[in-house]
Structure formats: C-alpha cells, structure tokens
C-alpha cells in the first residue's frame, strides 16, 4: 500500500503555502502488476440478404484495452504473426458529407474520389457502447481475419485468427 499525496500549486518552481498543505489530497493506492493480456473480444455475424457480407463487432473495456490492430486478406497469404499490414480500430469510416456535422463532432478527412463523402474516425469514448463495428463482404474465396488487442500498457495479445468464409 501505497500513499499519493496532491498539493495543488500554480507551477512547479511555486512554493505551497499553509492552506494549500491543509487542502492537500491523500489518496491510498495500491500497485499491481501488470496482469497478462486477454485474447480480443469480437463477435462476428453472417448475413445472406441482397448484399451477403458480415458484421464483426469489437468490445472495448476502458479499463482494460487500450486499442485493436486488425489485418485481413486472402486465407493462404495473410500471415496473422507477421506484424506488416495491420492497422488501428476504429479506423476510417465513411459517411455522407451532408447526413451530418461529421466535421464538428469526429476527426475527419476528405473521401479521396467522391466530394459527396466525407471520412471521420471516432474515437473509443465515442463509440456506442463501447463496441466498434465494420462491415466486411463476403468473400469469393475464403479470407483470414488478424486480430491484436492491446492492453492499457501497451501490452499486445497473441493474434487472434478467424476464417470468414464464402456465404
């Protein structure tokens, strides 16, 4: 067990007075070491309409994940231990430039072809429900989805494999 104890002071080089000592904050803490990481926690669904495609949903504790690197591509070349070719969720999504104040409330970039569009990132406390989605459609060929949580340290997990295969 540990003591913090906070004194507020308008800058480092400032001397604390009386009162600030006597308005100090004493905080008990504990340090724990870091505990092993958990394997990603997705949910993936299938669906065969008009457009057969799947859903994969990635859950995000702020407790506990920091972030998701993914990768996908053709099953017999998508080497999930390779670190090449994988990227950070959430990524880029895009939506239409006139549906919404895209550019007040996300990160956001123009779509490189279509003016019409517009492309925003969230960030993770602006998920809903703490739960990233992609759509992702339906292979021809069967194809391996790569996925990397990283814990709040920074800490990556072993690469989590999943075969989407053709609807």
């Known amino acids: 067990m540990h003591m913090l104890c906070i004194i507020a002071v308008g800058s480092p080089q400032a001397r604390s ?3 600030q000592l006597d308005n100090a904050k004493i905080i008990a803490i504990e340090r724990t070491p870091a505990q092993p990481v958990d394997k990603p926690i997705l949910k993936i669904r299938s669906f065969k309409n008009a457009v057969e495609h799947y859903s994969i949903f990635w859950f995000f504790d702020p407790l506990f994940v920091e972030r998701y690197e993914i990768k996908y591509g053709p099953y017999n070349e998508t080497d ?3 670190p090449e070719g994988y990227y950070d969720l959430p990524d880029w999504e895009t939506r ?3 549906s919404g104040p895209w550019d007040k409330e996300y990160v ?5 072809t279509d003016p019409d569009l517009i492309l925003i990132k969230r960030t993770v406390e602006q998920l809903d429900d703490h739960t990233f989605e992609k759509t992702i459609l339906a292979p021809r060929t069967a194809i391996k989805l790569c996925t990397v949580l990283y814990n709040v340290k920074n800490i990556p997990s072993t690469p989590r494999e999943d075969i989407l295969k053709p609807l």
């Open 17 to 19: 007075t009386t009162a």
């Open 80 to 82: 999930c231990l390779q």
């Open 96 to 98: 239409s430039r006139w």
């Open 108 to 112: 956001h970039k123009d779509h490189p």
